[in-house]
């Protein structure tokens, strides 16, 4: 049998454990004696084994094994091994277990127990971890025992059956009558638990909490006593009388006078005297100056009786102790509604607190703060909280942020100072503010007109300070893609003028977009902002361009989608692409498409979708001409272009001019459809003919179309054309539809060439010719001068 | 009151009274999480603080921080008041208590509370009343009393 140490040796025993594995081995050892120690018989160290084995459950070792033998021990006649029993029931054993319903017998056993200390552990017990099945078994008793037993246990079976009531209401009505007669009572521990009792039962029951209103009186004259009588050594606290039952009198009081005037009136005098009587000096008579206070605010109270309240609460904050200023900004939250003016004069010692040190004293003030915002202090309180934003705790900025915005918008003196504060929060708390924020200050940017240009240089300028709060740069980017014109004129009435050059917000843009701090929406506000610039600036669209098909081959798709859909704005759809970026409405708020971020980028993409399911899908020739038939199209044929097969949005085809015709008028627009292109021959020689079509694509971009066809009585082959134009003009040649030209022209060769002319210079093509006939090999040159349709001047 | 816990500076619980079902484990849980975050407060800090959704209230006597977690509705300020009468109740019964007291005769730590609060609630509001308790119970342990240094299974003496 192995040998069971006292508890103290035991406890030494851990602590003298230097490693937690050690420790455990101890722990391990004991815990293995108290279990052969359980399965013996009754031995005289039963209490004690339990107790060991309680403190190593308090260290955080399992202790399960030990719930049968606190049952067994309940069931004790001892005394002690009761005590430690029970002690172990509450340590180890919940509702939840299923060995606590195992001593509901013995609860109701000891309830009846001829000693009162036995009947203390039982009610001591079921008040602690009692289940409501326990709760509804023993209520009777507990109530036997509140009409008919001595103080000492009335106290407890008051406190007792508050429990049984939290754990199943209805038995409340069985208890109402005997608290009501526990009021008379004059010992302070059965008038504590009385008053405990009541409140829970009025809280719970409307119609018990009418039936108690009766006893204000008498709850007003135990206070009486209380706050006026002489010294009473037993119960003074610092010289309270008592302060536990001054509170819970004051706080059941709270509960009857609540939406009451007759109840009200009849405390009226009480409260004010509790008010102005008790000693303020100390934490406990704070306790119950607050309590008061929270009554007075809480009722019917004469409005004299309200001041003296707030005033309360007034030197509640200007209190060394910073407890005492934390309850009173708490008890000033929740009046701040109704009596507003009353807490406004406080204002200055609660933005005070906003310095404090100590974080739930700041998140108090923070609160307070805003709502003590108005449209008279709106200048002096920002000031205050723009400058706790920018030291205040992590855990509060969000808080602190969107408590800024809402009062800037609601009480905001000038435009430019609401601008100005949105931008002060966007660079001090940027990344703790609510998504909301971007769209609503691009709204309120884009109403504000005659801000423009000031608004876009602020911007611009912390940018280039920052590019690490991702709301600010959002706003940033889409403030310059818009506006980037205003920011190239250099002087701005409201701001120091600064040189700022194309390059420099290129510079700024592509930053953006190639930082690794940005986030991927960031990235996309630069690069539509980048985009939209293509035409609100004149020198570098070149550059525009190179970005913008860059990012065709990003690996996000949401950024690869946009570049590409530019790219396409760029070469086919280049008339459009004014109109496409050109100024944003201003938008209505909450409009439907507000929260989304409204871009030109958006509206490209509403439109090419349309193109991409017209478009003919890539065909080979002879499948292209049939198409043309089914269409009943003109004499151009069709060329399958070379285009990458993206799969977001192919290239679409070279559409005949009817058939270009309808897809404007699908889209609504009111372009009207260019004439069918004028063909000019260009070259003619041994029977080999080329002619020449263009179609203007845009300011400076031109398609041309040449067509080779044969009328000798021979074969052609190896049919190829090559061209060259002056230096600044850009050339890119299409894929050929063959090089075989059959003889009597029955068959033609096209080939497509695009052209951008960005300098408008005049326009001329050398064209050679090559091929070989009856295996001989030809070469020509010729010089276009003039292009069909075309002018070099422009329009 | 919800539960209180009692734990020294270096985060070793030293007494836990739980007022509401919980499971050991969430208790555990609760315990180490609530501990981290106030030990973590410095020393002039307010001594209440918003934790989840409770309201807690803790108080340092010298190497013990005593912490209850109340109610929306309880009044912050008298529940330090409860805190300082346990304290002295404990002082009182130890004469001029220390840790070590606690950690040795943590059952008589919880007897103590017992016979203060019942249920979360205050039972007995006059300090001489508890004590007297105590000591009344304490006496009729001893008429049962458990052997200190038996070794062996053997029978009580009366």
Redesign the interface.
């Known amino acids: 049998m192995s040998l069971s140490v006292p508890l103290h040796e035991m406890i030494r025993a851990i602590r003298s454990a230097r490693t937690q594995c050690e420790e455990r081995g101890v722990i391990q050892r004991e815990c293995a004696a108290i279990r052969a120690q359980f399965r013996q018989a009754d031995n005289g160290g039963r209490s004690h084994n339990l107790a060991k084995l309680l403190y190593v459950h308090m260290l955080g070792y399992p202790a399960h094994f030990g719930q049968m033998e606190c049952v067994r021990m309940i069931g004790s006649p001892r005394y002690s091994e009761k005590r430690v029993g029970y002690l172990g029931a509450m340590m180890l054993l919940d509702e939840k277990q299923d060995a606590s319903l195992l001593i509901t017998n013995s609860i109701k056993n000891d309830l009846s127990h001829s000693n009162q200390y036995v009947q203390s552990l039982a009610l001591c017990t079921l008040a602690c971890m009692g289940s409501a099945e326990m709760c509804r078994d023993l209520a009777s008793e507990i109530d036997r025992l509140l009409r008919a037993s001595n103080s000492f246990i009335k106290k407890k079976a008051a406190l007792c059956a508050v429990h049984i009531v939290r754990k199943v209401q209805d038995l409340g009505e069985l208890f109402a009558p005997a608290a009501r007669s526990l009021l008379t009572e004059k010992n302070h521990g059965v008038l504590h638990g009385a008053v405990v009792l009541i409140t829970e039962l009025c809280e719970r029951n409307p119609e018990t909490l009418k039936q108690f209103r009766q006893t204000v009186p008498d709850l007003v004259q135990i206070m009486k006593g209380l706050v006026i009588s002489s010294y009473s050594p037993d119960h003074d606290v610092a010289g309270v009388s008592d302060p536990f039952l001054q509170v819970r009198i004051l706080r059941l009081l709270r509960i009857l006078g609540r939406n009451d005037e007759a109840a009200s009136d009849a405390m009226n005098d009480l409260l004010a005297q509790v008010a102005t009587n008790t000693d303020s000096t100390k934490t406990v008579g704070n306790a119950v100056l607050y309590e008061t206070v929270l009554t007075v605010l809480d009722i019917n109270s004469e409005s004299g009786l309200r001041v003296l309240a707030v005033n309360i609460l007034g030197r509640f904050l200007l209190n060394n102790d910073r407890n005492i200023r934390y309850i009173a900004m708490t008890s000033l939250q929740k009046i701040v509604g109704t009596d507003h003016n009353a807490v406004q004069r406080h204002r200055g010692t609660i933005v005070d607190c906003l310095k404090d040190q100590d974080a739930s004293v700041k998140r108090r003030a923070l609160e307070l703060s805003l709502a003590l915002v108005s449209a008279s202090n709106i200048r002096s309180m920002m000031k205050e909280l723009l400058l706790f934003l920018s030291s205040c705790p992590p855990e509060l900025r969000s808080q602190a942020a969107s408590g800024i915005f809402n009062a800037a918008e609601r009480y905001a003196p000038s435009q430019r100072w609401h601008i100005d504060t949105i931008l002060h929060v966007l660079t001090t708390a940027g990344g703790d503010v609510r998504d909301e924020t971007v769209p609503n200050l691009i709204q309120l940017i884009t109403n504000t007109s005659e801000l423009h240009c000031y608004t876009v240089h602020k911007l611009y300028r912390a940018l280039l300070t920052d590019i690490s709060q991702q709301s600010l740069v959002q706003v940033a980017c889409w403030c310059i893609g818009e506006y980037g014109e205003l920011l190239l004129r250099g002087e701005c009435q409201e701001a120091e003028p600064v040189q700022v050059s194309e390059d420099d917000i290129l510079d700024a843009l592509e930053t953006v977009l190639q930082s690794h701090m940005s986030s991927p929406a960031t990235r996309a506000y630069a690069l539509t902002a980048t985009m939209k610039l293509s035409t609100r600036i004149t020198d570098n669209v070149d550059r525009i361009r190179s970005i913008v098909s860059i990012y065709g081959s990003c690996i996000d798709v949401e950024l690869q989608q946009r570049a590409v859909e530019y790219n396409a704005l760029f070469k086919k759809y280049d008339h459009m692409r004014a109109a496409v970026l050109e100024r944003m409405p201003v938008m209505e708020k909450n409009s439907p498409g507000h929260t989304n971020k409204e871009s030109a980028g958006e509206a490209v993409k509403e439109i090419q979708p349309v193109n991409i399911k017209q478009a003919l899908p890539q065909q080979p020739a002879n499948q292209a001409y049939d198409l043309l038939d089914l269409l009943g199209g003109s004499e151009e044929s069709l060329q399958p272009s070379l285009a990458p097969s993206s799969t977001a949005l192919g290239l679409p085809i070279h559409m005949p001019s009817t058939a270009g015709g309808d897809l404007l008028d699908l889209l609504g627009l009111e372009a009207t459809p260019p004439a069918p292109a004028p063909t000019v021959t260009v070259y003619e020689k041994n029977g080999v003919t080329v002619t020449l079509s263009c179609e203007k694509q845009s300011d400076s971009g031109l398609t041309v179309t040449l067509t080779a066809s044969n009328c000798t009585d021979s074969d052609i082959s190896s049919f190829t054309l090559q061209a060259a134009v002056p230096k600044s003009v850009q050339l890119h040649m299409k894929a050929p539809s063959g090089d075989f030209l059959p003889s009597q022209g029955t068959a033609k060769v096209t080939q497509m060439v695009v052209l951008s002319n960005p300098n408008k210079v005049n326009l001329k093509m050398r064209l050679r010719v090559s091929y070989s006939k009856q295996g001989s090999a030809f070469q020509d040159t010729v010089q276009i001068d003039s292009f069909p349709g075309f002018s070099a001047a422009g329009h | 009151m919800q539960f209180m816990l009692l734990f020294s500076r270096q985060g070793?619980?030293?007494?836990?009274?739980?007022?509401v079902?919980?499971?050991d484990k969430e208790r555990?849980k609760i315990s180490r999480d609530l501990v981290q975050t106030i030990l973590a407060r410095?020393p002039?800090?307010?001594?209440?603080?918003?934790w989840r959704d409770l309201k807690i209230v803790y108080k340092r006597y010298a190497s013990l921080y005593f912490c209850c977690a109340v109610e929306d509705?309880d009044?912050?300020?008298?529940t330090?008041?409860?805190i300082h009468?346990y304290v002295e109740l404990l002082d009182k019964y130890f004469g001029s208590v220390c840790e070590l007291d606690i950690?040795?005769n943590?059952?008589k730590a919880?007897?103590i509370l017992?016979?203060f609060l019942?249920?979360g609630?205050?039972?007995?509001?006059?300090?001489?009343?508890v004590l007297k308790?105590i000591e009344?119970?304490d006496l009729?342990?001893e008429?049962?009393?458990?052997?200190?240094?038996?070794?062996?299974?053997?029978?009580?003496c009366s």
């Not at chain 2, 009044?75 to 008298?78: Q, R, T, Y």
């Open positions: 070793k619980l030293r007494l836990q009274k739980w007022y079902p919980l499971s555990k410095k002039k800090m307010c001594s209440f603080l918003e509705q009044n912050e300020l008298i330090l008041e409860i009468r950690i040795f943590f059952e919880y007897f017992d016979e019942l249920g609630e205050a039972q007995e509001t006059s300090k001489k009343n308790a009344q119970a009729l342990q008429r049962w009393p458990a052997c200190w240094h038996c070794w062996s299974a053997v029978v009580i």
